[in-house]
């Protein structure tokens, strides 16, 4: 609870620092010099936060990806495995891990770019290059996004799976009880 509330906190310091900095118009990368001062005068309680930023990203990484990969390798591939060993048909169950899968290495991709994309960024010195300093934030912030729509897709699978199961259960009962009615 106490890493949430400082990742959290870590997070709002970090959108505060950043939200100040207006968003560049899409017709000019120049920035003022007002920028350019504000982001240098906040360099270093920027980069502290980004890099607690990283390192905290870094943990709940791991811990989801483990979760993932027991779903997929746990769960999901020893049901669909059981099932085709007592001859059902999974098709639909086979086809949506599949997809989990597939989405489970968009995930871990999705996150290795935005990790080396977070390294980077904190081996700018933003007092020296400011500029490149809230290009490479920019470029985080879309990385973390990407990561975020993996994150949501898993869970939808998930969820498509769930319900999978809850069709296949629903079918075979109903099978099992013509069956034992007869």
Known sequence: MKKLI???SIMIITVGIFAS?????QDTDVMTDE?????KSNCAS??????QIRTNDALVYVNRNQSYFSI????????????????FDTTPLAKIATEYNGALTDF?????DYSRV???????????QPVGFYDKVGEAREMRQDVYDAIKKLHTIIDQYRQAVDTFKQQHLTKLKANTNE
């Open 72 to 87: 997929s390798d746990k769960l999901i591939a020893r049901l669909n495995s059981r099932l085709a060993l007592n001859r």
């Open 6 to 8: 400082i990742s959290l």
């Open 21 to 25: 900095l207006p968003a560049r118009a």
């Open 118 to 128: 977070m390294t980077d960024l904190v081996k700018i010195d933003c007092s020296r």
């Open 46 to 51: 920027a980069l502290a936060t980004l890099g």
């Open 35 to 39: 920028h350019i001062a504000r982001i």
């Open 108 to 112: 871990r991709t999705a996150y290795n």
